[in-house]
């Protein structure tokens, strides 16, 4: 991942542009490996290279499930509609958990 992060900072001193795409790839990085804060600090730097971050950057994101509502709700607040697969990853990740709305799941 820190080679990752060399190119992706060393891209536009190339002429290269970063991407969503690029963005997303190395989120999704950070995300497989649990370093989901280091996934927050690219969808900051997103913004800040002017990106949008978009349904697949959300969906990344949306994996760990103690932050799924909390990322349902930015997407939303940034007038962006969550599609099927940020609720299925969503759904998926509270059943992992066994947690909704802070009740355990039956048959769990």
Known sequence: MKMAIWFLMRMPKTSFESDNRTCNTLTHGFVRLGLFDNGWVINKQMKEWEMQPDVITYGIMISKCDSAL????T??????MPNVHCYTVSIDALHIENIVNGFVLWGS
């Open 75 to 80: 997407m939303v607040s940034c007038n962006l």
């Open 70 to 73: 909390v990322i349902l709700n």
